[in-house]
């Protein structure tokens, strides 16, 4: 990855005996970093890998979530207009297929086993 550090994806539950995946899908990866070089800003990631029991903790998707398999991360946004520019970038990549807004946040996934071309709203 040119633009991230491993250590910003790695689960955030503190605990020692987190057994989270330690990297992201590969390819996933490359479409983040394909992402921040659109933007042309840094970006920070509120939520990457994790843990069973953080994805619980999060709230995170009941079928094991793509944040655990390596597939989806959590993009901060402060106000509606970096949220515009943040989706207006995703949606003209087209590699991002699972895509959920918050208000705080945008959510990016390419899990394979999920529903594809979806977009949501958090409460």
Known sequence: MIYFEPKEFLCKCG?????AARELDAGFG?????????????VVMTSGLRCS???????????GGAHIRGYAV???VKNSGERFEVLRTVFGTRFF??????????????DPGLDQNVVWLYQ
């Open 15 to 19: 605990r020692p005996d987190c057994d």
């Open 30 to 42: 490359h479409l983040l970093d394909d992402l921040r070089r659109r933007l042309g800003r840094p």
């Open 53 to 63: 029991y953080w994805n619980d903790r999060e709230g995170g998707d009941a079928k």
């Open 74 to 76: 959590d993009l901060a």
């Open 97 to 110: 297929h699972r895509i959920g807004v918050g208000k705080t946040f945008i959510h990016l996934d390419t």
